[in-house]
């Protein structure tokens, strides 16, 4: 049973940056794919980015390419979310997931994470 614990969230200014953390108690032989997934009072969750734990790819959701970025430090079993210039748009609960990987690949949809850690607040203000 893996388990997830996130930190690093808190309250910023628009413009400003976070960088959020995720531990993993362990990466078991069936985890392939490490995640950040956020969800905004109201809305549902949405995948915000993926990684590929053995082979490093990455994939982002299109409100982040290019704001965000997704890093692993697998010996530490930390998953990291750098997040820059962010705005309102970005506030929200942010969870750390882990799921198998799908014919070859990881898919940024939350179908497809088993375990999920029970997340970080992140407020932008304006």
């Known amino acids: 049973q893996v388990q997830l614990a996130e930190s690093g969230g808190g309250s910023v200014q628009a413009g400003g940056s976070l960088r959020l953390s995720c531990a993993a108690s362990e990466y078991t032989d069936s985890i392939h794919c490490m995640g950040w997934f956020r969800q905004a009072p109201g809305k549902e969750r949405e995948g915000v980015a993926i990684i590929n734990t053995r082979a490093g790819g990455t994939a982002y959701g299109y409100s982040v390419k290019g704001r965000f970025t997704i890093s692993q430090d697998n010996v530490k079993n930390m998953l990291y979310l750098q997040m820059n210039n962010l705005n309102s748009e970005d506030t929200a609960m942010y969870y750390c997931?882990?799921?198998?990987?799908?014919?070859?690949?990881?898919?940024?949809?939350?179908?497809?994470?088993?375990?999920w850690g029970q997340g970080t607040q992140v407020t932008v203000s304006a």
């Open positions: 997931a882990a799921g198998s990987i799908v014919r070859s690949y990881c898919i940024l949809d939350q179908r497809y994470f088993g375990y």
